[in-house]
């Protein structure tokens, strides 16, 4: 069965934007941009791809991707309709009822139900891209979480997870330290 992995970076407060939703917030790091290009690039937008070189890369880990409209808007307003187009893209929104591009997927009911459907069909596993409102939607739903915690408070904005309390157990599988200070860890969640 695939797995939902929620692949997010984060403040050490639990943050993943400022509080406009701008992501771009965190400090670039050459040693993690050669690992993601080699471990996950799939993960990378195909226009920071195309800039690194790696546009015809092979996807490693992942064969869809997961986001929120929250996430999606900001190519929207770039005028980017499709920003991974080297991966399935879906996108969760309730307001959003037909796509702008046909290599981008609505789904405007149930997300659960939608990630049901996809973890149940061959593949590679699901990348979670965001945001913290879809996150939240889908904590039972989420298996593994891989946080780049950066070494950065802001002391408000898109919380990693937008949902009420409830205790969920995780362990460590991995946990690496790179060359800016961001924590690169591996969390799987215990059933």
């Known amino acids: 069965m695939r ?28 040693e993690f941009t050669r690992y993601a290009t080699a471990e996950y690039p799939e993960t990378l937008p195909t226009h920071i791809r195309r800039l690194l070189g790696i546009e015809h890369a092979e996807n490693v880990r992942f064969d869809t991707l997961l986001m929120g409209r929250g996430t999606y ?19 969760v929104s309730r307001s959003l009822k037909v796509s702008p591009d046909p290599a981008v997927e609505i789904v405007s009911g149930d997300p659960v139900a939608a990630v049901r459907d996809l973890k149940a069909q061959d593949g590679r596993d699901i990348y979670l891209c965001g945001g913290g409102d879809l996150a939240g939607q889908l904590r039972e739903e989420i298996d593994e ?44 969640r215990k059933r």
């Open 73 to 91: 808007q900001p190519a929207l307003d770039m005028g980017v309709t499709s920003p991974y187009v080297h991966i399935r893209q879906i996108v």
């Open 3 to 30: 797995k939902l992995v929620y692949y997010i970076a984060s403040s050490v407060d639990g943050f993943i934007a400022d509080p406009a939703g701008d992501g771009d917030i965190y400090p670039i790091s050459e």
């Open 145 to 188: 979480l891989q946080v780049k915690a950066y070494p950065v408070v802001l002391g408000s904005g898109i919380p990693m997870f937008s949902a009420g309390f409830a205790v969920t157990d995780l362990a460590v599988t991995s946990s690496r330290v790179f060359d800016n200070g961001m924590i690169f860890t591996t969390y799987a």
